[in-house]
């Protein structure tokens, strides 16, 4: 017997709908309906708690294997939601770009480090567009650790992909115009978030 057909067995045997068989479980209509229409199975933790509740053995709601698979994907799934809240954090701290001394400001015959408040030995579109990549860059990264926490997977992906089109252009730009401070900086950010991409990949 599939484990849908358990769960509709022993919620019918118990005398509950839907609707309170979730209630009981701390979980949604819609994912007991999709776990008894064999659309999904539940996680490892509501599986314990129905297993608890119905005073059944996991053993007997589903077989070792496909307990084995649930956790796996359970455990990809959470390696997935780290790799994006470190890859939003990465982008917040595009931030440093800005409070650092890292820009060239020459006054006299001597070159300064100063940070992008005080960068004036250069034309204003440059300056501007660097304000407008890392303030861009900061934002996306607060948007990323927010979907990540609403578990919004789609606007995840877009964001990622817009995270690293963005990070390669401020590389190229900073290498431009000969802001080397920041271009290192830049690109080691860049490639921490490529990096966490080919992690949650696999």
């Known amino acids: 017997m599939e484990f849908s057909e358990k769960l509709q067995q022993l919620r019918k045997g118990r005398g509950l709908t839907q609707e309170e068989l979730a209630e009981a479980l701390y979980v949604s209509r819609t994912a007991v309906s999709k776990w008894e229409s064999g659309r999904g199975y539940p996680s490892i933790d509501s599986l314990k708690e129905i297993s608890s509740y119905f005073s059944v053995t996991l053993d007997e709601l589903l077989s070792a294997e496909k ?115 920041a271009v290192i900086l830049t690109f080691l950010l860049l490639a921490v978030k490529v990096l966490l991409l080919f992690r949650y990949q696999k």
């Open 67 to 181: 307990i084995i698979t649930i956790a796996e994907k359970e455990n990809r799934s959470n390696i997935r939601g780290i790799c994006d809240l470190i890859f939003g954090i990465v982008d917040i701290f595009s931030f440093i770009l800005i409070l650092l001394p890292l820009y060239p400001n020459r006054v006299g015959d001597h070159i300064n480090s100063v940070n992008l408040f005080a960068y004036t030995d250069v034309s204003p579109w440059v300056k501007l567009t660097c304000w407008s990549v890392l303030l861009l860059l900061i934002v996306l990264g607060i948007f990323k650790t927010a979907f990540t926490k609403l578990e919004a997977q789609k606007y995840n992906k877009i964001i990622s992909v817009i995270s690293i089109i963005l990070g390669c252009f401020a590389v190229l730009f900073f290498a431009l115009t000969r802001q080397a401070y």
